[in-house]
């Protein structure tokens, strides 16, 4: 029932996200080189993914990626989807990826992370 609710809400909430000519910043804050700022539109997530209305952010993400032509993997695990590659600099036993929603550290993954408005998703790569 909770669960019913959550979907319920962010269905409702849907068109906000999906605000015309507005972009998202997918931000990739890279160790050894430059931040990669990717402005991505609804418009142009969609026309990446396919994906008509964003839920989660994995549309913003996926469409952001692609946009910018990125080199990228995501992988799922028991609790949901990460990104675990970027442009070669992958997870492994030491660092990790990840990820900032709206200046706010993540504690979800990206299929079930919901934010009616994005204005930034900050990747970074970390120690564990």
């Known amino acids: 029932m909770k669960e019913a609710v959550r979907i319920l809400v ?11 000519g507005v972009p998202v910043h997918v931000i990739i804050d890279f ?21 008509k ?8 993400v996926v469409g952001a990626f692609a946009k910018a032509k990125l080199d990228f993997k995501i992988e799922k695990d028991k609790r949901g989807k990460v990104v ?5 600099v992958a997870n492994d036993s030491t660092s990790h990826w990840v990820y900032f929603v709206n200046g706010f550290r993540s504690k979800w ?10 204005r ?8 564990r």
């Open 10 to 20: 962010l269905m409702s909430l849907a068109p906000i996200a999906a605000a015309k």
């Open 31 to 51: 160790a050894d080189r430059e931040d990669l700022d990717i402005a991505v539109t609804y418009e142009e997530a969609y026309e990446l993914t396919g994906v």
């Open 53 to 60: 209305q964003p839920y989660d952010i994995e549309f913003w």
């Open 109 to 118: 993954h990206i299929d079930n992370q919901s934010e009616p408005r994005p």
């Open 84 to 88: 675990t590659s970027i442009q070669g």
């Open 120 to 127: 930034t998703i900050r990747f970074k790569y970390e120690a």
